[in-house]
């Protein structure tokens, strides 16, 4: 089973920075459109940011928009998760995942996964 694979979490202070990558060996990188999730301790995973196979279209969740920018290189077969101005509700597990298709916030859409990568934003 292929596995993206995920690098960049961390603690953080709060209004810091952090950059998530996801490298996709062996995938046929730009046939995919790759999401970003992100499930915190007793809750819900929530989609937080998705783009298009060739990167045209980005999708951000409400509480994200603004403070985080996802992009990709295809030619790196990596995307990118940059996240600005954290917040204490921002720590989470982060996972990438890739689909076939378009950007879809269900998470059963999507084929493959990463094995998440820990981010905490505390002071």
């Known amino acids: 089973q ?8 961390g ?4 209004g810091g920075s952090l950059r998530l990558s996801c490298a996709a ?4 990188f ?3 459109a790759f999401g970003w999730f992100r ?9 937080v940011s998705c783009i298009s196979n060739w990167g045209e279209s980005t999708n951000y969740a409400d509480s994200v928009k603004g ?5 990709r290189d295809n030619r790196k077969n990596t995307v990118y998760l940059q996240m600005n101005s954290l917040k204490p509700e ?9 689909r076939i298709g378009r950007c879809s916030w269900s998470g059963t ?15």
């Open 67 to 71: 403070r985080f920018t996802i992009s």
């Open 11 to 14: 603690l953080v202070q709060p």
């Open 39 to 47: 499930q915190a301790p007793g809750k819900e995973r929530e989609g």
């Open 90 to 98: 921002d720590t989470a597990n982060y996972y990438c995942a890739a």
């Open 109 to 123: 859409d999507y084929n493959y996964w990463g094995q998440g990568s820990q981010v905490t934003v505390s002071a």
């Open 25 to 28: 060996p062996g995938l046929t």
């Open 2 to 9: 292929l596995r993206l694979v995920e690098s960049g979490g």
């Open 30 to 32: 730009d046939a995919y």
